[in-house]
């Protein structure tokens, strides 16, 4: 996002006791986001 290499994986639907067994959900490449520490803190 900013450029920096990203070192954490951020689920844009955010993973629940309901859907973390989706695999629509939990590792779906389109759910997936990778950021840095900084960036994955901004979007939360
Ligand atoms: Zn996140
Ligand atoms: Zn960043």
Redo the contacts with the bound molecule.
């Keep these: 996002m900013c450029g920096e290499i990203g070192t954490e994986v951020?689920?844009k639907v955010h993973l629940t006791p309901e859907n973390v067994g989706d695999p629509e959900i939990s590792i779906n490449q389109e759910n997936l986001m990778l950021l840095c520490n900084e960036c994955?803190n901004k979007?939360?």
Aim: net charge neutral; hydrophobic share 20%.
């Design positions: 951020h689920h994955h979007v939360h």
